[in-house]
């Protein structure tokens, strides 16, 4: 094998170590730095992250010593996994119906548009879609299950949005498990991504926030199942690439994931020999990609043209401005009006994108090398200090309709912010996120041969910069927790298990 080959065989395995080594440091920041770092985000855990992260590593400790003694036995059945999927979305929709309130802010002016949309009636606020056109495809998507509950004469329309966040969190989190049957024959594992799946990403209070976070998590790990079962590679790529962009179309870092399929396919292609017709499955290949990405591009640019009447509006922020809060020295990455009133201060969106980008290099280069190590650890700790990521602390709760029955107290004691029994349960959620970054770590290092995980290893680490360079808030993990769940199930197969 010539040198370049090697260089190129030898980068995913890199990338596998560095996400352990970082995976690691997060795991270490979130338990010792909460001390100093805690003004930046507080979560609702009673316990100290110290604690939390005790527990956790204890926990994934004692799983992977289980591991290697628990003998692997026949997986369970698909048509099983289906039965138990489908009482869990039951138990989603009894949740939905005793807990779903009316959200405010963003999520508020999106659903107020849909259902405006699907009565015929012309937007109240359209100066909102001009300043964040972003989110005019999921208004314009969210408008059809509104007008279909309203011509079938449901009381309250929005009350069918939370039932299809729990069909959308339903279909995640048995993609999960599915991907994690598919990656490995270790029993715990099998268990292990079972439980944290329903537990953490199906029965998650994210199920009641029908927004850009429910609305796309489903398309990163679907994208991965599709890489995983399908065997030809113009069929794969053309539905992983329509996966990525549909889901793109409503929260743009969807397509984090089909970069990291990009790089290693880079990657793979030149650490192999160069075969016979390569040139003409590149082509395939490429063509695929690109007729994958035109339904989610299209669709992307429609929805904005038709809520705000043009596909690029001049008087948008854009990716630009959230670069610029991204390097706020003030917030940390969080909102700011003041970030807004000046992009909002050129008129055009040449004049606005070139202004970001300068005052985003002027915050970076004002501060020192260890201003910026700082700068970005306190980013990094605000990205991944919450373990249920931050569902009690993104979304204001502005109505909430109450049942009285013993069943509906008792859930939204469980789910709702000032419920009697949620510290509990943030508590768990803590303690389970820090294990599951200790297994991730883990797995990046114990695993670092095997294909699947340096994607879902370059996917978390591209994850990762994003949000230590844009806008940062912990629910931006939350679309990729399916592969949290994947990698840290790999931790327990042996180093030596073969590879796909």
């Known amino acids: 094998m010539s040198a370049i080959r090697k260089v190129f065989a030898g980068i995913p395995r890199a990338v596998c170590v560095l996400t352990g080594a970082v995976l690691a440091v997060l795991v270490l920041l979130v338990m010792f730095g909460e001390s100093a770092l805690s003004f930046a985000y507080q979560n609702q855990a009673p316990v100290s992250g110290l604690v939390a992260g005790c527990v956790g590593i204890a926990a994934a400790g004692l799983l992977l010593l289980a591991g290697g003694r628990i003998k692997n036995r026949t997986p369970y059945p698909v048509w099983l996994l289906c039965i138990v999927f489908g009482l869990v979305l039951a138990g989603q929709f009894v949740i939905a119906r005793s807990c779903w309130f009316y959200l405010g802010w963003d999520p508020g002016a999106v659903h107020t548009a849909a259902e405006e949309m699907a009565r015929g009636l012309p937007l109240s606020m359209p100066e909102y879609f001009e300043l ?18 309203i011509r079938v004469g449901l009381s ?23 991907c994690v049957r598919k990656l490995t024959k270790n029993t715990l594992a ?20 029908p927004y850009t976070d429910t609305f796309s998590i489903l398309f990163p790990v679907l994208a991965l199942f599709v890489y995983l079962h399908v065997k030809r590679p113009a069929v794969k790529w053309f539905l992983v690439s329509l996966c990525c962009f549909l889901g793109a179309s409503i929260k743009p870092t969807v397509l984090i994931v089909l970069l990291a399929l990009i790089g290693l396919g880079v990657c793979g292609f030149g650490a192999g020999k160069i075969e016979r017709g ?13 007729l ?82 700082r700068f970005f650890a306190v980013k990094a700790y605000k990205a991944y200090a919450d373990g249920s990521f931050a569902s009690h602390g993104s979304f204001l ?50 695993r670092r041969r095997h294909p699947a995980v340096a994607l ?34 790999m931790a327990f197969d042996k180093p030596s298990a073969p590879v796909l």
């Open 132 to 149: 964040c056109p972003n989110n005019a495809p999921l208004t314009v998507l969210l408008a059809a299950p509104l007008w279909l509950a």
């Open 156 to 178: 309250v329309p929005y009350a069918v949005l939370p039932y299809l966040d729990a069909v959308l969190l339903n279909l995640s989190a048995f993609a999960a498990v599915l």
């Open 190 to 209: 099998h268990a292990f991504s079972l439980v944290v799946a329903i537990g953490w990403i199906a029965l998650s209070p994210y199920l009641l926030y």
């Open 278 to 290: 390569w040139w003409k499955r590149s082509v395939a290949v490429t063509a695929a990609l690109v």
């Open 292 to 373: 994958g990405a035109v339904p989610g591009r299209a669709f992307q640019k429609m929805a904005t043209a038709y809520v705000t009447g043009s596909a690029v509006p001049e008087g948008q922020l854009s990716v630009t401005h959230y670069l610029m809060l991204g390097m706020n020295g003030e917030t940390y990455g969080g909102h700011s009006p003041e970030d807004v009133a000046f992009s909002q201060s050129f008129e055009t969106l040449d004049q606005r994108q070139s202004a970001n980008l300068r005052r985003a290099w002027e915050r970076v280069s004002g501060r020192s090398v260890m201003e910026n190590v």
């Open 397 to 446: 709760e502005v109505d909430v309709p109450q049942r009285g029955d013993a069943i509906s107290r008792f859930l939204r004691s469980l789910y709702h912010k000032n419920g009697r029994l949620m510290p509990y349960c943030q508590t768990l959620a803590q303690c389970l996120w820090l294990g599951v970054l200790t297994l991730c770590a883990a797995a990046a290092v114990r």
């Open 456 to 489: 879902l290893c370059l996917t978390l680490l591209g994850l990762t910069a994003y949000l230590l360079l844009f806008e940062v808030w912990p629910r931006y993990l939350f679309l990729y927790a399916p592969f949290f769940v994947i990698l840290a199930s």
